[in-house]
């Protein structure tokens, strides 16, 4: 674990880095992560100039009344889904007015995984303010802490990466790039 956390925390050095270069906000709107995400970006020093919000949507309330998930998705695909996980970052942006966001979204354990989301499902999502990508992930049951730190881990990859490859990137209503 000492060695993924080590990998975490570098993952995050580079992110803020890569927010002030390219001046660009990010936020976070966590459910199986907890705020570990967020945790992970403001331990390094500067990430304040980078980071507007980092919320933990733990409840289905919480996912539907703050970042707008719908009902109908929560109904029909639960909030264990890429179309939940989607919803939840397109929300994050909406509401903290970021330029990417990233949200989580899972079965961390031990308790409460189903034959379509065993326990290590975690669902990713990663937006800014044209498009969304979306990944489902099974990481290996090596416990919650386990689980819940390789989600952070592939969280911060993929927001990276999407910040990284974004040519031309809007902020605020005007194009940069």
Known sequence: MEEMYNRINKLAQRLVETCKEKNVKISAAESCTGGMISAAVTSVSGSSAVI????????????????GVTESTLARFSEYSTVCAEEMARGAIRVSGSDFSVSTSGVAGPLGGTEENPVGTVYIAVADGNSVTSEKCLFENKGRDFIRAAAVEKALEMLLEKIRDNKSITLKGKKYG
């Open 52 to 67: 507007e919000l980092g919320i933990c949507s733990y409840s289905n309330r919480i996912k539907h009344d703050i970042l």
